[in-house]
């Protein structure tokens, strides 16, 4: 048996997988910010000395591999050789590998017998950041300085003692300082748990061994991810889809496009066709593209080839500069979690060509942000959001599913009660959205309908839609899913249509009326099957008159 | 006394004879599955024909049932309906719009639709507000005539939830008075007694879940209950619960959601027991069957309680032990990947067609085929000479799917699955101590299932562990833990309000309401419950937070509400690594009233079977050498209480096997089980 036989191998992939686990529950437990806590919203990783993802934990994946810029970025600030035990590097800023403002880099050199042998990463988005709104992510911003404080390569623990300058100075720049600081030191000891961890790994099996062993793993996840790339025919294949507007010019669609080419085990994601970048903050840089494209890949290939720098290696990106998918510096990009959705959705739209039965419909790929802002009689304040999904592709062997997040985020919402007991908000209707899932063979997922009534004082509100003006399309000669239609009802009678992104008071009386994109529809709907057509019927998915008109169900009624 | 505890499995039914200065008596009947009723009953015949218990003597009968479960997963619960407040009918099938599979493309609904598709959903006007203020009274004639659609088309449960039902359970109450009166027959679960606490999608999910198998378990246990009568145990029949305490089956058949996965649940009962009477009340139960391995901590004598576990994937809020599964068991399949890697799992191979050693046509080399080349399993004696183990066939599969390909000997291959496996079971096991907050190191490993005393010590070596206790009885722990369990009671409402100024009357006002509801539950179980424990809890969390704590709740301490914080602070600093002096609230009140109970399994003491100590010999291998040793074999049975052996060395028993590898020893304690420790100590 030679040192590197594959059982020794998978034996560690096992403990690396545990080391990122029990960082990543580490910085989950001890974090303190509910965005962290219920919104799962941060990662944790272990990187090869030359900045290669070794390992992953993640609950969401727009958090994939966007620590690898981050990582190759501060390597070259800080060349590992003049790294020391216990120091800690920390970075933000989007325009030097970062992905928004609100996510925080550390990484942590992980240390054997005094030299580095790896590095421990965490990312978690923080609550507040500074910049021009509370919460960081302001749908009205123009420049990335007005979205929080920005933070470039830096030392923020010099060995066990921290950089107090920076950290005052970072104290000075946010909301709230405390809560900060604590996620912070959830960062910390997520990224000293992986590293003491991996350093007593290394004791165990010998560092010689050990990174013979790295080598050996991001080798085994690129052979699995090319041998599934060789399997999708080769050629080059074409999506289009739009986002609805930048939230400052609401009458112009924001065009993304790509190619992908699929050659032997390689493939390319070329974005050039995509329009440039936009004034709101819907830019997206490149690691945020990445994600896009790494969660694609994961999605087409097999999701069980383990997590690593393996896994991308095969994957090449197109971002021309200055476009929506690599802005130039200093546009915004807070808003960029929707670009991520629809550029995730283009390349798989793309793949649908090239995978026709393995590929369903195209989904709602919608998350509609809502928040109300505003005082409860007591005088005391509230800030509430919500996060909505819209409806799922069908298949080529089933409906698509309503309501249900979909593709690079994973997020749950609000439940009523929860909402009506923190706000004077009433929810009057939670329901599915009839007849709003693509038609066909089989039926795209519905969408929902929300209807809100503001109770007490003036709100203000904040809605950033999709789907409003592009629907999502059906595949196999699928009917697409419905846009999505925001209406607010005011107190006095009058209606006001939402353009997808909005910024507004509310008034008691006043009703907000929310409808999500369904997702598009697979095959001919001539061709569904006459029971379920009924079943759709009798369980309200679908109306009577599209039952006969656009199934050409007779006879039998309820 | 004699006390019986029968537990279903799904292979066999395993029955538990406790009986006042006699040894304890157990046996295994193959399960009934079309109805698990008829295997209880060949195990009372078997009692009284074989053991020679007197029915009328039985004073206690507490079963273990896996019927709600198997209802869920097997899609064979009632035909239900299910009522909600106007606006509100497709909150069962929204549900919280989060996937599981992150990375399919096509998915699959994460909701349990089919409980009641849209047909089946029913809306009625009626409305409070988030203080439970009526806002919108209730429509009678609406209940009535939306419950006579469903009647006419055809269920057989009702289940009503109600926004804020939780605050003012009024309107769902007289709902159900109003299907009583008009509908005699139906039978109705109502969410403000099913599961009364916030979020609307939670509750109603858990209400109709408990709808789905009420007539299913009422019919089940109304037999059963008949049944034992007919054999002459007057004894009343009791049942294991999730939480891991036993009721009477006349108060489980009211609210029998609360049997979802009480199996497991039962085992890590006993698994307290056998823990206790070794000297610890710190343990890690580790249950490697064949197709996973559940994972549970008891800390400081008590198993740890979830209040929201899945079922089939679903959400059920539905209190329960804490046990975790990992996919990897002794059926779990070692295959190469593309890329020439070993894996094992998550498939298995299950119990048909089996690891290729059962001979049943299994084609796929697994971890028990492994055990066997290593030379871990006699296949002349295992499950006791049940089931003889075919080691050629073992030893061929593994040869041609995993050696030959990696080009290693048949032995070095068996080593590489077992490695494979014990270090995914091992990070298992330490991410489930170190959600808690808790050191696995500072805890006995306590192995069951056939399989869990074959993987024991290399696990607690992995772990850092130095203390292993093996049961006397790994393969029925869980009828043990039927004996064990304590009659348990528990009833919650909520009550939403802030810690700060709080009056204490009005806690102590909920608190003795639910004391009597408890109170009232077990007055229905037999005699010799008089003075239960009473225990109460509040969850806890910080003000703008949306989890919660269970924290202890002492009536009796000088100021409680402050001990509750500093009680919640102190919960919160081990589970969450930190706290903070910020303002908390209540979120729900708790009482639970205990009765009964044992720690101890048996009554006489342990007594060894009385044959000679004499240890056979054969080849094993260990992951330590790369060369055979060959280890003392010894029978479980024949080693006295005091026995003492030292690693390399086997274990055989009936029902499992124990490997203690070198630089481990073992000792048999007076109630007969097997403690094994790192080192001389």
Redesign the interface.
């Known amino acids: 048996?030679t040192d590197l036989?594959?059982?020794?191998?998978?034996?560690l992939r096992?403990?690396l997988?545990?080391i990122a686990?029990?960082m990543e529950?580490?910085l989950l437990?001890?974090s303190?910010s509910?965005i962290v806590?219920?919104g799962l919203d941060a990662s944790a990783s272990l990187f090869t000395l030359n900045g290669e993802t070794l390992a992953q934990a993640i609950a969401?994946?727009i958090h994939l591999a966007t620590l690898i810029p981050i990582v190759a970025k501060l390597r070259e600030a800080f060349p590992p050789e003049t790294m020391a035990e216990g120091d800690i590097y920390i970075l933000n800023d989007p325009y030097l590998g970062g992905t928004h403002l609100p996510d925080i880099a550390l990484v942590m050199p992980v240390f054997h017998q005094g030299r580095p042998i790896a590095f421990s990463a965490t990312m978690t988005h923080h609550q507040d950041v500074g910049g021009m709104s509370p919460g960081s992510v302001p749908t009205n911003a123009t420049e990335v300085y007005q979205e929080g404080i920005r933070i470039p390569p830096l030392k923020l623990r010099e060995g066990e003692t921290f950089n107090e300058t920076l950290v005052a100075m970072l104290r000075q720049n946010v909301r709230i300082p405390d809560t900060f600081m604590?996620d912070l030191n959830?960062q910390v000891?997520g990224c000293t748990v992986g590293a003491r961890r991996l350093s007593e790994l290394a004791e165990t099996f010998g560092h010689n061994r050990l990174s013979v062993a790295f080598e050996d793993l991001l080798?085994?996840?690129e052979?699995?991810t090319r041998?599934a790339i060789e399997a999708i025919p080769d050629g080059t294949y074409s999506y289009v889809d739009y986002l609805d507007n930048d939230g400052i010019e609401l009458d112009k669609r924001i065009r993304i496009e790509v190619a992908v080419t699929v050659e032997g085990s390689s493939i390319r994601c070329d974005f050039a066709g995509t329009d440039d970048q936009v004034k709101g903050p819907f830019n997206c840089v490149p690691s945020g593209s990445q994600a896009a494209a790494y969660?694609a890949v994961?999605?087409?290939t097999d999701?069980t080839i383990p997590t690593n720098g393996g896994c991308f290696r095969p994957v090449r990106l197109d971002l021309p500069a200055g476009s929506l998918v690599n802005p130039r510096e200093p546009a915004p990009v807070n808003a960029r979690t929707a670009t991520i959705k629809r550029i995730t959705g283009c390349i798989?739209g793309a793949l649908k060509q090239a995978m026709p039965e393995?590929?369903?419909a195209d989904s709602g790929g919608e998350l509609l942000i809502l928040m109300f802002g505003g005082e409860r009689r007591d005088g005391s304040r509230y800030v509430t959001g919500e996060l909505?999904?819209a409806g799922?592709g069908a298949?080529?062997?089933?409906d698509?599913?309503?309501?249900?997040?979909?593709d690079a985020t994973?997020?749950?919402?609000l439940?009523?009660?929860?909402l009506?007991?923190d706000a004077p908000i009433?929810?009057?209707?939670?329901?599915?959205r009839t007849d709003s899932g693509g038609a066909g063979t089989h039926r795209g997922?519905l969408g929902?309908t929300r209807?809100y009534e503001i109770l007490d004082g003036e709100v203000a509100f904040t809605h950033r839609g999709e789907r409003h003006f592009c629907a999502a399309r059906g595949a196999a000669g699928g009917g697409d899913g419905a846009e999505a239609v925001s209406t607010i009802r005011r107190a006095d009678g009058t209606e006001e249509t939402v353009p997808s992104k909005l910024v507004s008071v509310l008034h008691p009386g006043d009703r907000l009326i929310v409808e999500t994109a369904g997702g598009g529809g697979y095959g001919d709907a001539a061709g569904r099957d006459g029971a379920a057509v009924q079943?759709d019927l009798?369980?309200?998915?679908i109306s009577r008159e599209a039952a006969a008109e656009t199934y050409g169900l007779k006879g039998k009624s309820? | 006394m004699t006390e019986i505890g029968v537990d279903i499995g799904g292979t066999f039914t395993d029955v538990v004879c406790r009986r006042a200065g006699a040894p304890l008596q157990i046996v295994k009947i193959p399960s009934t599955r079309a109805d698990p009723s008829v295997a209880v009953l060949r195990s009372v015949k078997h009692m009284v024909e074989t053991w020679g218990v007197d029915p009328a003597e039985i004073a206690r009968f507490v079963h273990g049932t896996t019927v709600a479960t198997n209802a869920v997963i097997e899609r064979k619960g009632a035909r239900i309906g299910l009522l909600t407040t106007e606006g509100f009918k497709d909150v069962l099938e929204i549900g919280r719009q989060m996937r599981q599979a992150m990375y399919d493309l096509v998915l699959e609904p994460e909701t349990p639709v089919f409980l009641a598709p849209g047909r089946f959903r029913k809306e009625v006007p009626e409305r409070l507000d988030a203080e439970g203020k009526v806002l919108v009274p209730l429509d009678q004639a609406a209940v009535v005539a939306a419950v006579r659609d469903l009647v006419e088309d055809g269920v057989e449960a009702v289940a009503v939830c109600f926004l804020f039902s939780f605050l003012n359970p009024r309107h769902e109450q007289r709902a159900r008075d109003l299907i009583e009166e008009n509908f005699p027959d139906l039978m109705v679960s109502l969410s403000c007694e099913v599961d009364p606490a916030f979020r609307e999608y939670e509750r109603t999910a858990v209400t109709a879940f408990d709808a789905y198998v009420k007539p299913v378990i009422d019919r089940y246990l109304e037999r059963l209950e008949g049944g034992i009568a007919e054999a002459g145990v007057s004894a009343p029949l009791q049942v294991m619960m999730s939480r891991g305490g036993a009721a009477a089956s006349s108060i489980v058949r009211q609210r029998p959601v609360r049997l979802f996965l009480s199996g497991p649940a039962a085992g890590v009962v006993g698994g307290r027991m056998v823990g206790k009477a070794a000297g610890t009340e710190d343990v890690i139960t580790v249950d490697v069957g064949g197709t996973s391995c559940d994972i549970a901590l008891i800390a400081a004598g008590k198993p740890m309680i979830r209040q929201e576990g899945r079922i089939e994937g679903f959400p059920v809020r539905v209190p329960m032990v804490d046990v975790n599964a990992i996919g990897a068991g002794g059926g779990s399949i070692a295959w190469l990947d593309g890329a020439g890697g070993l894996k094992v799992g998550p498939q298995s191979a299950g119990s048909e067609p089996g690891p290729a050693c059962y001979g049943a046509g299994g084609e796929a080399a697994t971890v028990t085929d492994a055990s066997v080349v290593l030379g871990y399993l006699n296949p002349d004696y295992f499950a006791g000479g049940a089931l003889r183990l075919d080691a050629d066939a073992a030893r061929a599969v593994i040869e041609r799917e995993i050696a030959t390909p990696l080009g290693l000997t048949v032995e070095a291959a068996a080593l590489g699955i077992h490695r494979v496996v014990n270090a995914q079971m091992a990070e298992g096991i330490r991410l489930v101590s170190i959600r808690q907050g808790l050191d696995p190191r500072l805890f006995t490993l306590l192995p069951l299932g056939g399989a869990g005393p074959v993987h024991a010590t290399a696990l607690a070596r992995e772990l850092g562990i130095r203390r292993i206790v093996v049961p006397r009885f790994p393969g029925v722990l869980s009828a043990a833990g039927l004996l064990a369990a304590q009659v348990e009671h528990e009833v919650s409402s909520a009550f939403p309000r802030p810690l700060a100024g709080l009056d204490l009357a009005a806690v102590r006002g909920v608190l003795d309401d639910l004391d009597r509801q408890c109170a009232a539950l077990m007055a229905h179980e037999s005699g010799g419950l008089s003075d239960p424990r009473v225990l109460h809890f509040a969850d806890v969390c910080y003000i703008g937070q949306s989890y919660h704590l269970e924290v202890p709740l002492d009536l009796a301490a000088d100021d409680p509400l402050r001990a509750l914080y500093r009680d919640f602070q102190v919960a919160h600093d081990r589970i969450y690594g930190h706290s903070t002096d910020a303002p908390a609230q209540i979120v729900n009140l708790r009482s639970v009233h205990q009765a009964g109970g044992s720690d101890r399994l048996e009554d006489g003491a342990y007594r060894a079977n009385g044959e000679a100590v004499m240890p056979g010999m054969r080849r094993i291998l260990l992951s330590e050498q790369t060369e055979p040793v060959e280890p003392a074999v010894f029978d479980r049975a024949a080693l006295p209480a005091g026995h003492r052996l030292t690693g390399p060395a086997i274990v055989e028993q009936a029902d499992t096997t124990t490997v203690i590898e070198p630089g481990w020893s073992a000792t048999v304690t007076e109630a007969g089980d097997l403690i094994v420790e790192r080192g001389d100590a």
């Not at chain 1, 698509?400 to 979909?406: F, L, N, Y």
């Not at chain 1, 994973?410 to 919402?413: D, G, K, L, S, Y």
């Not at chain 1, 009433?426 to 599915?432: E, I, K, P, S, Y």
């Open positions: 048996m036989d594959p059982i020794t191998v998978e034996v096992h403990k997988d545990g686990n029990e529950t580490t437990r001890s303190f509910p806590k219920e969401v994946p604590g959830a000891a080798d085994r996840s052979i699995l041998q969660y994961r999605a087409i999701p798989l393995r590929m369903p909505i999904a799922s298949g080529a062997k089933r698509g599913v309503d309501v249900i997040e979909t994973n997020c749950m919402n439940p009523v009660e929860a009506e007991m009433r929810v009057h209707r939670t329901a599915l997922g929902i209807e079943a009798d369980d309200g998915k309820t």
